[in-house]
């Protein structure tokens, strides 16, 4: 195939619909048949990165292998493709005004004047064509943030306009919709989507495929009608039915040959349906699974569906390839304390304590530890969750009263946990943490090295802070081993008490490398431990 395809989805009526979702299931539909995808976000706001966006604000940051701070759906990408994304498959407004500006700074543009239209939209397509020209990718699919009609989304909206007249058949628009049921009219209304359409259609875009969102499967008469006023050929209408899991998803537009579509929109060969063996496997063992593991996940933004997203699908993930159904309990860190963690905490099979920044919480997270630690719980702690362990271990066992980090405390006596030597002339917060894969050795005895089954593992990072080690010697001597170190700088990555069934803290983030095929072996195992304590 010489000729890179360019698939946009768009999404109207209401944000939340899905556009991750529809967007990673059908690239996983063009995958299986051969063909090499990527997938990348367009988002509207103006910050660089999600970097420094509150999870309250944007729920969960994503990181790729190249230390780029993303989007949550890039997760999605990831999980259903089994391959990595980089920086150039989330780009945010801001960045494109910034490379916009920079260019003006420099004279790149010999004095003209700096307009939305051409500069911002070529920018906007120069990045959208990047994936295709350089790595050479079969199909791109671009999901475009927002909803139609965003004053924010417009300057992407055009620029797909135009791509659609410079690409010709080379290039797709899938519109994503909302179809709403009446209660009291027992019916649903397609108006919100025929007006959504119509506001496409203003701006330039006939859409080539709808995706109707709705909650139950709609009757022929419906879709006829949807496509009848939108101008869409009627096998160019696709349901987004509510499925239980949103692994469900690519079979559901499978089954309703949208990959088909796409091909023969496109002008390829259809060739036979792939029978997605592997996420059909995956499937089969969730939905057959009778037993359940109940996991305790403690963190401060548990209130949030999506602040944790990329670990709860790691368990999700662990607990099936363990034949389990996962009974995932959300402790809220602010909550609980030495004197009702046994009542929380006690039905729990394993718990994981949650990544994060910042003090508010953390006393509740060292109350957790202790507990699971004094009655011999499996526990993960990730990212700051194993600096808790390393802190909690420190007052607890070593008795170095007021030991903390200095993020939470600058004057403690005891910097068990303390900034990055090339983190302490940093200033500017936005990608300036240590961000990224890194290199990891293991210790052949460990419990890290029991799951992952190998010496040297990579795994992604988000963080300033870090195990002081000059602490290393007393803290070994008391039990606590640092099993996983990196290579180059030293730095502690594993840290473990031997002597109980399963208590392993990782200054790493194994859930961004955990996917539907492949998930990450230390989640795994973890879950297996939490199996065996029950």
């Not at 949030?304 to 999700?316: G, N």
């Amino acid at each position: 195939m010489t000729d890179t395809k360019y698939i946009f989805v768009t999404g109207g009526v209401v944000s939340s619909l899905g556009k991750g979702i529809v967007s990673a299931s059908l690239g996983k539909l063009l995958q299986a048949r051969g063909y090499k995808v990527t997938i990348q976000k367009f988002d509207p706001y103006i910050n660089i990165d999600p970097g420094t966006l509150n999870p309250y604000e944007h729920g969960e940051c994503y990181v790729t292998v190249d230390g780029h701070e993303a989007d949550l759906d890039l997760g999605h990408y990831e999980r259903f493709l089994n391959a990595q994304t980089t920086r150039a498959n989330n780009i945010t407004t801001g960045r494109i005004y910034q490379s916009v500006i920079d260019k003006e700074r420099r004279g790149d543009y010999l004095g003209k004047t700096v307009q939305i239209i051409p500069h911002i939209t070529d920018e906007i397509k120069r990045n959208v064509k990047l994936l295709g020209t350089k790595n050479r990718f079969d199909f791109v699919i671009t999901e475009i943030g927002g909803t139609v009609g965003d004053i924010e989304s417009l300057p992407f909206i055009e620029s797909v306009r135009q791509l659609k007249w410079e690409l010709g058949k080379n290039c797709l628009c899938v519109h994503l919709t909302y179809v709403p049921y009446i209660a009291a009219a027992k019916e649903y209304k397609t108006k919100p989507t025929q007006h959504s359409v119509k506001q496409l259609q203003e701006l330039g875009i006939q859409p080539d495929i709808l995706v109707l969102r709705t909650e139950k499967l709609l009757s022929n008469d419906i879709v006829r009608k949807v496509a009848l006023f939108c101008n869409v050929s009627e096998d160019a209408v696709v349901q987004s039915v509510d499925v239980p899991t949103i692994y469900e998803v690519p079979l559901v537009l499978q089954r309703q040959q949208m990959d088909v579509t796409v091909l023969k929109k496109v002008g390829l060969e259809v060739g036979p349906t792939p029978e997605l063996k592997p996420w059909k496997e995956f499937l089969d063992r969730k939905v057959n699974a009778t037993e359940t593991v109940t996991i305790g996940l403690v963190g401060k933004y548990v209130e949030l569906q999506d602040a944790y997203k990329s670990i709860d699908e790691s368990l999700l993930q662990a607990a099936t390839y363990n034949n389990r159904k996962l009974d995932l309990r959300l402790i809220h860190s602010e909550k609980i304390n030495n004197t009702n963690a046994p009542e929380l905490l006690s039905g729990m099979d394993g718990i994981v304590i949650a990544p994060g920044f910042g003090h508010r919480g953390i006393d509740g997270k060292f109350a957790a530890i202790k507990y699971a630690r004094e009655n011999d719980k499996p526990l993960l702690g990730i990212c700051l969750g194993m600096q808790c362990m390393v802190i909690e271990f420190a007052r607890d066992v070593l008795g170095l009263e007021n030991a903390n980090s200095t993020e939470m405390d600058r004057n403690t006596p005891y910097k068990v946990i303390d900034l990055m030597e090339e983190q302490k002339n940093v200033t500017n917060m936005g990608g300036s943490m240590r961000l990224g894969a890194y290199e990891c050795v293991l210790k052949k005895d460990s419990k890290a090295y029991q799951a992952y089954k190998k010496e040297n593992i990579q795994e992604r990072h988000r963080h300033r802070f870090e195990f002081n080690n000059e602490y290393k010697e007393q803290f070994e001597a008391a039990g606590m081993k640092f099993t996983g170190v990196n290579p180059e700088t030293g730095l502690a990555e594993v840290a473990e008490i031997p002597e109980l069934k399963w208590f392993v803290g990782v200054q790493y983030h194994p859930e961004y490398n955990s996917t539907v095929v492949c998930p990450n072996p230390l989640f795994v195992d973890f879950v297996r431990a939490a199996i065996e304590n029950k």
